[in-house]
């Protein structure tokens, strides 16, 4: 499956903004999605997922301010960032997996090419 990321930018501390991830390939739906991100000199870690029956999963830092959901029939996935804090300033990738479920890095074998989101103060 191959990933394209998109919906990154520069947005105001408090502001928003919606992230966007467009597959083709294998049925969209066969996969579990997440979302990870990668600031300056940091690992690369885990910000939200789904699992193959859509259940969803997020990293505490994000929880109650994003939300990720998917569109089966266009073979898309969206990650809506609310609140943004300078802390968030990352490159943001999306990835699927096919386990039902992760947030390991090493299960997702599919990744999108990255994003930038840039929150400033």
């Known amino acids: 499956v191959q990933l394209q990321a998109s919906g990154g930018g520069l947005v105001q501390a408090g502001g928003s903004l919606r992230l966007s991830c467009a597959a083709s390939g294998r049925t969209f739906s066969s996969y579990g999605m997440g979302w990870f991100r990668q600031a300056p000199g940091k690992e690369r870690e885990f910000v939200a997922a789904f699992s193959r029956n859509s259940d969803t999963y997020y990293a505490d830092s994000v929880k109650g301010r994003f939300t990720i959901s998917r569109d089966n029939g266009k073979n898309t996935v969206y990650l809506q960032m609310n609140s943004l804090k300078p802390e968030d300033t990352a490159v943001y990738y999306c990835?699927?997996?096919?386990?039902?479920?992760?947030?390991?890095?090493?299960?997702?074998?599919?990744w999108g090419q990255g994003t930038q989101v840039t929150v400033s103060s």
């Open positions: 990835a699927a997996t096919g386990k039902w479920y992760t947030q390991e890095i090493y299960d997702y074998e599919y």
